[in-house]
T-cell receptor, first 115, second 114 residues
Framework: SAVISQKPSRDICQRGTSLTIQCQVD?????MFWYRQQPGQSLTLIAT?????????ESGFVIDKFPISRPNLTFSTLTVSNMSPEDSSIYLC????????????FGSGTRLTVV | AQSVTQPDIHITVSEGASLELRCNYS??????LFWYVQSPGQGLQLLLK??????LVQGIKGFEAEFKRSQSSFNLRKPSVHWSDAAEYFC????????????FGSGTRLLVRP
């Protein structure tokens, strides 16, 4: 299965600022997914990042707040903009399996605290 | 809309006892089903998955799950729980349309009594 390098692993940010999270995959993938995991909650899909097109956002998430870039088939970034304490969460990227013998691969996550 | 339901928020079992975590899904087509585990402060680890074939699937750490189409369920089981199994367990369904989105249930927190 694919290997994902995600960074930063954690950060503490001031409200009103922005943070960009990066995910690098060791192989080319068509789709990358971005998730948010709020404290004590499950994973919620933010958006699907496709190379060469605009990201597709889920209900409740907008591009102005969570802009995504996908410059090539191995890399994506998620920016959390104009942060507030409610944005304190773990953010994870993921890629679908290469075949039916594999599961979805996840980055190690970025633990964001907004103060 | 597609959804995954884990009706038990918390489950507490004694070490050595058997375990069953429930998962129900709502999806029009044959789903691709997963169980992931997340230990405190850790990332997600795949326990097992089902796409087709034998409806009883074996996973890592002694876990198994059974797909029951008639009940739209994919319950996770373990015959004898170890203290190290204490964690959050997530059931997930992959949409086998062009989106390939992975939708998670709300999770079940497993506590293990010594």
């Amino acid at each position: 299965s694919a290997v994902i390098s995600q960074k930063p692993s954690r950060d503490i940010c001031q409200r009103g600022t922005s943070l960009t999270i990066q995910c690098q995959v060791d192989s080319q993938v068509t789709m990358m997914f971005w998730y948010r995991q709020q404290p004590g909650q499950s994973l919620t899909l933010i958006a699907t990042a496709n190379q060469g097109s605009e990201a597709t956002y889920e209900s409740g998430f907008v591009i102005d707040k969570f802009p995504i870039s996908r410059p090539n088939l191995t890399f994506s970034t998620l920016t959390v903009s104009n942060m507030s304490p409610e944005d304190s969460s773990i953010y994870l990227c993921s890629v679908p399996p290469k075949g039916l013998n594999y599961g979805y691969t996840f980055g190690s996550g970025t633990r964001l605290t907004v103060v | 809309a597609q959804s995954v339901t884990q009706p038990d928020i918390h489950i507490t079992v004694s070490e050595g006892a058997s375990l069953e975590l429930r998962c129900n899904y709502s999806y029009g087509a044959t789903p691709y089903l997963f169980w992931y585990v997340q230990s405190p402060g850790q990332g997600l680890q795949l326990l097992l998955k089902y796409f087709s074939g034998d409806t009883l699937v074996q996973g890592i750490k002694g876990f198994e799950a059974e797909f029951k189409r008639s009940q739209s369920s994919f319950n996770l089981r373990k015959p004898s729980v170890h203290w190290s199994d204490a964690a959050e367990y997530f059931c997930a369904v992959a949409l086998m349309d062009s989106s390939y989105k992975l939708i998670f249930g709300s999770g079940t927190r497993l506590l293990v009594r010594p």
